[in-house]
């Protein structure tokens, strides 16, 4: 069978990436992999190994499925770590399979104590500090008891790392509070130390931090959108080149999704396209279909404002976009034939559609667009 569209991921692409980040880093600095979101849309399967033979080790994820999923894909991980969700039921095997994961509230830490006991195993933690995000982690008042929990647990504790996470380190507009977090992590971190807890690793920074706030690069940073070739935002972006003195993007795109022409039609003057009445033909048209909607990632609210590349030329997604198709005007193309290649995000003829012109006309994020994509779509890694 063949697919209605298809995703390429370069290795190239990535390897560039990876690079630039790690010149930012000294090389005692691990760099950890963020994949979750299905490695923010291009894929767990595809990614990790991929993200392997460019020299990553090191995984972090949302959940224990999406671990598991990891493991699956590689052998040789140097550190798997669940920022987020586990079950009850998971947590054992979480444990057994040797996955650091965070520890946010007493349930979790007391229940992974009573499996450790239980099964002889140790459980390899990473302590989450409540900063100022107000999501998950110990307050300053919840640390004194938590402290004496793993003291008096530490045949069945590892102290991995400790850590938290800055609300909004991509904006300025958050400074304050990202300085007052950074403030509070430290005192806490400070504190615990003082106590007797010590730690392996501690992080702090993410793509965004790396860049606007270098000083919390600690000896472990947890990378997501850059290393797929994203800025966090175009403040982050900007803040880059005006350090550098330099016009040029250094990032690369790893993701291009492309699909092909599957139908041909002309269309009179004064006539409506598509569902509803959103357009009417003002000359005679020509128009395209690309199988391709919003069941596979292609927000609707793209109608009348997407843009895809075919035959190297830019074109108008015209009518509303469907469950499972678009319409494109191909007016302005002199030859075109069904089959023909369409580029949805990437690159053709020197044009590029990028994720962000997605983001800015549909009102997502590059996190949001990325993350939506499904699962099913076909992922190839080119070079």
Known sequence: MKETSYIEISKSALESNINFIKNYLNPEVELVSVVKGNAYGHGIEEF???????G????????????????KETPKIGRLMIMGFIDDDELQEVITKGIEFFVYDQNRLLKAIEICK??????KIHLEIETGLNRTGFTTEELNEVQEIIAQNKDYIVNVGVCSHLAGAENISNYYRIKNQIISFQKSVKNLEQNGLNFETKHLACSAAIINYPRVIYNLVRVGIMQYGFWPSNEVKMAFM???KSNEDPLKRVISWKSKVMSLKKVSKGEYIGYGNSLQAEVDMKIAGVPVGYAHGFNRSLSNQGKVLINGKRLDVIGVVNMNMMLIDITSLESIEIGDEVVLIGAQGGQNISVASFSDMSSQLNYEMLSRLPDDINRKIIA
């Open 118 to 123: 239980k099964h002889q195993l140790v459980a």
């Open 56 to 71: 990553i080790n090191s995984f972090a994820v949302f959940s224990a499925y999406e671990a598991f999923r990891v493991i």
């Open 48 to 54: 990790v190994p991929l993200a392997h033979e460019v």
């Open 242 to 244: 005006v350090k550098q």
